[in-house]
């Protein structure tokens, strides 16, 4: 079965452009626009890894990424985190993320922080 990645952020070009880029790697995407809800849509959908936008409409990225991480069903899934803001590692630390990306970012860098947050998944 496909690894399945979750993408929140309200951008469609980036939605746009990492859904091809990992689809084509064999990952089955999901993405969502807004942190609404976030719990709900993360346990519906079971994702292997979750990319969290920080400036996502809803709770916002810090308190999306705290919810998950903070809720018994959801704390074991890797969470990277991915900002054009400067301070990415402060802000991904702050919202107990477990990887961050700063934007922008090359396909290679999203690539590798995906198979990176996934390698503990695959040696299970």
């Not at 399945?4 to 993405?31: A, E, H, N, Y």
């Not at 702050?94 to 922080?113: G, N, R, S, V």
């Amino acid at each position: 079965m496909n690894k399945r990645v979750l993408i929140l952020d309200d951008d469609l070009d980036i939605l746009q452009i990492c859904t091809i880029v990992l689809r084509k790697k064999g990952f089955d995407v999901q993405t969502l626009n807004s942190s609404n809800q976030v719990l709900n849509q993360v346990k519906a959908y079971r994702p292997d890894v979750i990319l969290m936008d920080n400036w996502i409409p809803g709770p916002g990225g810090i308190e999306a990424t705290r919810l998950l991480k903070g809720a018994p069903d959801t704390q074991d899934i890797p969470v990277i985190f991915f900002t054009a803001n400067s301070n990415v590692t402060q802000l991904a630390r702050e919202a107990k993320a477990d990887y961050f990306l700063q934007k922008p970012f090359d396909i290679t860098e999203l690539e590798a922080t995906v198979q990176m947050a996934l390698a503990p998944l695959n040696q299970k």
